[in-house]
């Protein structure tokens, strides 16, 4: 009898310790829209060479961070009521900010994936990307498959989904990851790299101002996660249900393509 009385009373110990752990999580989680609310202002991570997205400008003679991006996190906040702060760094560091929960979100053309799901929260999809292959505009021609670049170097971002496609793809290839695209583009254009790897807008942009290079023909496999969304810390459900509102009819009206556009004006026209 007495043994089915201390067996009842631990099960409704246990009851109630799971049942306080879930409020616990509950207040994590809400806590994050209340943390930006009080403060009143959204802490940013972000990485500037990734234009049309985020990218860096001359406005009134100041440098500054522009991009679609970032007018978009911009009306964002203003929708919110808050203001921005952009913390810039690596395009890997981006990540690890915002999973430390040193920044409240990151933007940075990042691609929603299963395996970044696993750590991190991200909004509705905002834009889709295909994966570009850049070469010298002069051997376009001499590359028709993946085999043409067996034991040449194809270069991608440190940390960006281009990395694994790379190693996925170009299995006979070396693959050379760099933490800046600017980089990747210098190392083509003096051929100590073969080829580069590049979300389309952004493959455009440099092929644009750089007339020596070209985007190739070859297909490059398309993943299921090509969709570009802010990315939170993996407790942030409230923050991330304020941004979806708001980014929702931006998506919807067609405004987040239009800021593309004309992000990608000004990037090849600076
Ligand atoms: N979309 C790719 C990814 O999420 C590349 C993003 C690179 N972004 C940047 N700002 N450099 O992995």
Request: glycine share 4%; net charge positive; proline share 3%.
């Amino acid at each position: 009898m007495k043994m089915k009385f201390y067996l009842m009373v631990s099960f409704f110990l246990i009851i109630l310790l799971s049942l306080s752990a879930c409020s616990l999580q509950q207040t994590k989680e809400d806590r994050s829209w209340l943390k930006v609310k009080e403060r009143g202002k959204l802490i940013v991570a972000t990485e500037t060479g990734f234009a049309p997205f985020t990218f860096k400008t001359l406005v009134n003679s100041k440098d500054t961070i522009v991009g679609s991006d970032i007018e978009m996190v911009n009306e964002i906040a203003k929708d919110l009521g808050v203001s921005v702060e952009y913390k810039e760094m690596s395009f890997d560091n981006v990540l690890a900010t915002v999973q430390s929960g040193q920044a409240d979100i990151g933007i940075s053309g990042i691609s929603i994936t299963k395996e970044r799901q696993k750590s991190f929260l991200f909004s509705t999809g905002y834009y889709t990307a295909k994966t570009k292959l850049i070469v010298p505009k002069n051997k376009l021609n001499t590359y028709t498959n993946f085999d043409d670049f067996a034991g040449k170097d194809i270069a991608s971002q440190k940390g960006s989904i281009q990395e694994n496609i790379a190693k996925e793809t170009f299995s006979k290839s070396n693959i050379v990851s760099l933490p800046q695209i600017s980089e990747m583009i210098v190392e083509l254009k003096q051929d100590k790299v073969d080829g580069v790897l590049l979300e389309e807008p952004i493959a455009k942009a440099y092929v644009e101002k750089n007339p020596t290079l070209a985007i190739s023909d070859i297909d490059l496999p398309s993943k299921d996660s090509d969709s570009y969304g802010i990315l939170l810390p993996k407790h942030s459900k409230s923050l991330r249900n304020k941004i979806n509102k708001a980014l929702e009819p931006m998506i919807k009206t067609g405004k987040i393509d239009q800021l593309i556009e004309s992000a990608f004006k000004l990037s090849i026209n600076q």
